[in-house]
């Protein structure tokens, strides 16, 4: 079935580097979700890429969508101690609403 | 306040002491889900549901039932729960249409342990 692998799986920084998570799936994706977990908590949508090649940002964000729509980064700038969470990308499995979570980054941000 | 709730928030139960997990939604959201997360396995989808009485099933269904017989309630029930199920849960939901995902709103969560 449709994979979706994320690396790194970890990730620490100090406060002010930047980071960046990168999501890979086995199949074409017709879009893709990011989320954020802080911990203890629940996802939170953060973003929806549906073009090729599209790029999005939020503040110091930075969300991409391949060309081959098949993989897709989320880039934070200077990242900051309110940056600390799990990151996760979701794509559907074909045309439905079946999806398909990345195994996450989860970020530290040392102080 | 628009919202997903999700209760208990924390189970502790035996093996197989049947459960049900309730959600439910103030957003008249058509799409409805559930998930259990493992550290290391990421979010792991179980069922979800298009609309009342439109159900299918996920990546891990097994062991696990779901009914929608209201738009807004999509409760999860565990028949016989053994360990192999002790984890946490979130239910989702999010608006359906024009062929595209939408943003899905979380529960908080709850926490399920199978002795």
């Known amino acids: 079935g449709q994979q979706v692998m994320q690396i790194p799986q970890y990730q620490h920084v100090q406060e002010g580097e930047d980071f960046t998570t990168y999501c890979n799936s086995s199949?074409?994706?017709?879009?893709i979700q990011w989320y954020k977990q802080r911990p203890g908590g629940h996802p939170v949508f953060l973003i929806q890429?549906?073009?090729?090649?599209e790029v999005k940002k939020q503040k110091r964000l930075t969300f991409q969508f391949g060309e081959a729509k098949k993989n897709s980064s989320l880039h934070i700038t200077a990242t900051q101690t309110t940056d600390v969470g799990t990151y996760f990308c979701?794509?559907?499995?074909?045309?439905?609403?079946?999806?398909?979570f990345g195994t996450g980054t989860r970020l530290k941000v040392l102080a | 306040e628009a919202q997903v709730t999700q209760n208990p928030r924390y189970l502790i139960t035996v093996t197989g002491k049947k459960l049900t997990v309730t959600c439910s939604q103030n957003?008249?959201?058509?799409?409805m889900s559930w998930y259990r997360q493992d550290p290391g396995l990421g979010l792991r989808q179980i069922y979800y549901?298009?609309?009342?009485?439109?159900?299918d099933k996920g990546d891990v269904p097994e062991g696990y039932k779901v009914s929608r017989k209201e738009k807004r309630n999509f409760p999860l029930i565990l028949e016989s729960p053994s360990p192999n199920q002790t984890s946490l849960y979130f239910c989702?939901?999010?608006?359906?249409?024009?062929?595209?995902?939408?943003?899905?709103?979380f529960g908080p969560g709850t926490r399920l342990t199978v002795t």
């Open positions: 979701a794509g559907p499995e074909g045309a439905a609403y079946k999806y398909i």
């Open positions: 549901s298009m609309n009342v009485e439109v159900t």
């Open positions: 989702a939901s999010s608006r359906k249409g024009g062929g595209m995902g939408h943003e899905q709103y």
């Open positions: 890429l549906v073009k090729s090649g």
């Open positions: 957003m008249n959201h058509e799409y």
């Open positions: 199949t074409t994706l017709s879009n």
